[in-house]
T-cell receptor, first 115, second 113 residues
Framework: KAGVTQTPRYLIKTRGQQVTLSCSPI?????VSWYQQTPGQGLQFLFE???????NKGNFPGRFSGRQFSNSRSEMNVSTLELGDSALYLC??????????????FGPGTRLTVL | GQNIDQPTEMTATEGAIVQINCTYQ??????LFWYQQHAGEAPTFLSY????GLEEKGRFSSFLSRSKGYSYLLLKELQMKDSASYLC??????????????FGRGTSLIVHP
């Protein structure tokens, strides 16, 4: 079974631009979560999608948004990029995050650098 | 709110045993995870504890005390490939009904010969 895939793996943007990152979950997984990882803050939860609906959102500004498609693939978008948005963006999938024991599988991440 | 503390860095010798501690103060609790993350790679699942006690899985063991808000990851017979960051994550149930983990900042373990 193929793992979680994320594209692109590396991205360089300049301040003010916007970016879209993509995540394809493991086949059969319907829950997709996004995280931002930086050296200073560690891994921080952005949002979680299930059946094309955002179920939970972390403490990030509205410049961070996402969506999920009917095939469970998900995208996240960051508008008006700031230098502080430079980070590793990780996607994780699971069968259903509402289930009691529910292991998340992480993708390799997208390394975003904002210049 | 959630507050998860773990040491920033630890060093150990190949073949030795190392214990990585994690303390947490959270508004709710529905399990604790440990992940391993090698530089430039995705976190990979190591262990899950929801009840007090020790869970053993090969060279890795994880302990949980819910009353003390404390967990540790024990790595035995250390190998060079164990050099990585170890993330402690406490899971809680959010408003949308999903279980969302909150991660500590990770402990960077350096294993030397």
């Amino acid at each position: 079974k193929a793992g979680v895939t994320q594209t692109p793996r590396y991205l360089i943007k300049t301040r003010g631009q916007q970016v879209t990152l993509s995540c394809s979950p493991i086949s059969g997984h319907r829950s997709v979560s996004w995280y931002q990882q930086t050296p200073g803050q560690g891994l921080q939860f952005l949002f979680e999608y299930f059946s094309e609906t955002q179920r939970n959102k972390g403490n990030f500004p509205g410049r961070f948004s996402g969506r999920q498609f009917s095939n469970s693939r998900s995208e996240m978008n960051v508008s008006t990029l700031e230098l502080g948005d430079s980070a590793l963006y990780l996607c994780a999938s699971s069968l259903d995050a509402r289930e009691g024991y529910n292991e998340q599988f992480f993708g390799p991440g997208t390394r975003l650098t904002v210049l | 709110g959630q507050n998860i503390d773990q040491p920033t860095e630890m060093t150990a010798t190949e073949g030795a045993i190392v214990q990585i501690n994690c303390t947490y103060q959270t508004s709710g609790f529905n399990g604790l995870f440990w992940y391993q993350q090698h530089a430039g790679e995705a976190p990979t699942f190591l262990s899950y504890n929801v009840l007090d006690g020790l869970e053993e899985k090969g060279r890795f063991s994880s302990f949980l005390s819910r009353s003390k808000g404390y967990s540790y990851l024990l790595l035995k017979e250390l190998q060079m490939k164990d050099s990585a960051s170890y993330l402690c994550a406490v899971r809680d149930r959010w408003e949308g009904g999903s279980y969302i983990p909150t991660f500590g900042r990770g402990t960077s373990l350096i294993v030397h010969p």
